[in-house]
């Protein structure tokens, strides 16, 4: 990570933090386009968030992390009744965790 990434993490997670905002979802894309990690059980949480923008920007950012600790979360939204899990990473991601294969390999 270069410094300059170091020095907008401590914003982002407070960003993050604060869910009762649409700019959340610019926050949970910044943090996975900059590779922050320790922010994933905060975007995984934002699947829950009652705006779709913003469970669709925390889908597409989880999906570029490629994170196996939210694979439940994705995979229990699969049929959700919105359009917002249109990313093709995430569906992927959470459709092997549904079948117990790994989405890197085809193995499981």
């Not at 407070?14 to 979802?25: E, F, Y």
């Not at 699969?78 to 965790?97: H, V």
């Amino acid at each position: 990570m270069s410094p300059s990434g170091a020095s907008v993490e401590p914003g982002l997670l407070c960003a993050l933090a604060d869910t009762g905002h649409r700019g959340v979802r610019w926050s949970a894309l910044a943090c996975a386009e900059l590779g922050f990690r320790r922010p994933v059980p905060l975007i995984t949480a934002l699947l829950e968030h009652p705006d779709p923008m913003v469970r669709e920007g925390a889908c597409e950012a989880l999906g570029r992390f490629e994170e196996p600790a939210a694979l439940p979360a994705l995979a229990a939204r699969l049929n959700d009744e919105t359009d917002w899990y249109a990313a093709e990473q995430p569906r992927r991601w959470a459709k092997s965790a549904a079948t117990g294969r790994s989405p890197c390999s085809g193995r499981p």
